[in-house]
């Protein structure tokens, strides 16, 4: 099981770090490239044909075409990330993404979460890995404990 980590730029990386290290605390392979749906559609269209990931992470700014285009060339799972990268702080990326056609589903996280298109990534490689939904099990757990530590402070 491996998952791609996509971006159309290097500036989207400070965002898509937060997937790399959700994935790394989980021990699931992956690789980060930066492909461009505009700048290196070939490249694109290559990637999306490769066989050896399993989900794709697809992390787009702006116009944020290449969670959908990759969506269009592949039966693989796409998880699209919206990045803040114009004056519209995102919403611009957000509804590119989420308003596919019929027939051509990306899956859609909020803007700058791309920690939570990893964990996505995961449930889905889950579905046939019972280690790995332990793994989940606990990471859920853990959270609901953070929350149950957590006190109000006397203002």
């Not at 500036?11 to 959700?22: G, Q």
């Not at 992470?57 to 114009?86: C, D, E, Q, W, Y």
């Not at 859609?108 to 920690?115: K, L, M, P, Y």
């Amino acid at each position: 099981m491996k998952v791609g980590i996509l971006m159309g730029s290097k500036s989207d990386y400070p965002i898509m770090k937060e997937a790399e290290n959700i994935l790394k605390k989980f021990n699931i392979e992956y690789e980060i490239k930066i492909v461009s749906a505009h700048r290196t559609p070939e490249y694109m269209y290559d990637y999306a044909k490769k066989n050896d990931v399993s989900v794709i992470i697809a992390g787009a700014g702006g116009a944020a075409h290449l969670p959908g285009m990759l969506a269009s060339l592949t039966s693989k799972p796409v998880i699209g990330v919206p990045i803040n990268a114009t004056p519209l702080n995102g919403m611009d990326s957000l509804l590119s993404i989420v308003q596919m056609p019929k027939g051509v589903p990306v899956a859609t996280v909020a803007i700058n979460q791309s920690a939570n298109a990893a964990l996505l990534a995961i449930k889905m490689l889950a579905i046939h890995d019972a280690n790995l939904y332990k793994q989940l099990d606990l990471f859920r757990n853990d959270l609901k404990l953070q929350v149950m530590k957590m006190e109000l402070e006397d203002e």
